[in-house]
């Protein structure tokens, strides 16, 4: 077993526990209720109105963790959960997505950056996989096929990169906000920070993922081509 598949099998372990753990914060600062009262909707709305933003409205979406900022048509989308409860929770989900939305009308370079990216990783992600596969089987006649699905897969890579300093970031600015606004207490304002921290972790074992995965396709060609 080559390193750089033990990597992979590691963080994909470690994936696994940040995700359960994730699981297990919400679920637990979903019965936290807020002693404001105000919804994930409700916050969300006031994070942007105190950022002077006037040109994005909150929408209901379905599905659970769907939640997500949209710059194409300004929208701060919460799943319904979010949307509508009044928990520890829902105000960092939805001051979290606010603080996307903050970072495109201040015109953050990372978010810029990102949004850059995302035509041609969509594309790369959808032809990289085949390409890698159809690479590892003509490795040793056609080499360049492979090479060819390394540099794209090295697309999302970059993307995934780039994306950490984008989530943080936002989780900063919504965490900045929830405490100058004392929209919460301070047991509140506790669990909304280590549910967003646990969230970023998600995140960077994605990063970390694959970038393993790079690896592991680059010590494939270097061995066979």
């Not at 978010?111 to 594309?123: M, N, T, Y």
Request: charged letters at 15%; proline letters at 2%.
């Amino acid at each position: 077993m080559s390193g750089s598949f033990l990597l992979i099998i590691i963080i994909g372990l470690t994936g696994m526990f940040v995700q359960n753990k994730l699981k297990s914060k919400f679920k637990k600062y979903s019965l936290m209720h807020l002693q404001n009262g105000l919804s994930g909707k409700e916050i969300a709305e006031k994070m942007l109105t105190d950022n002077q933003i006037t040109d994005v409205k909150v929408i209901s979406v379905g599905g659970q963790l769907t939640d997500h900022y949209n710059p194409q048509n300004k929208t701060v989308n919460l799943s319904e959960a979010v949307y509508n409860q009044r928990n520890a929770a829902s105000a960092a989900v939805a001051a979290h997505e606010c603080g996307h939305a903050v970072q495109h009308a201040k015109a953050y370079p990372w978010l810029q950056l990102r949004s850059k990216l995302v035509p041609a990783v969509g594309i790369s992600s959808k032809l990289a996989s085949f390409i890698l596969i159809a690479g590892i089987f003509t490795v040793e006649s056609f080499p360049q096929l492979l090479l060819i699905g390394i540099l794209l897969f090295a697309a999302t890579v970059v993307f995934s990169i780039v994306t950490l300093p984008v989530e943080y970031d936002a989780s900063n600015r919504a965490l900045a906000w929830l405490e100058n606004k004392n929209m919460l207490t301070s047991n509140e304002q506790g669990a909304a920070k280590d549910a967003l921290k646990w969230a970023a972790r998600t995140y960077v074992v994605a990063a970390l993922n694959s970038i393993a995965t790079l690896l592991y396709y680059l010590n494939i060609y270097n061995r066979r081509s």
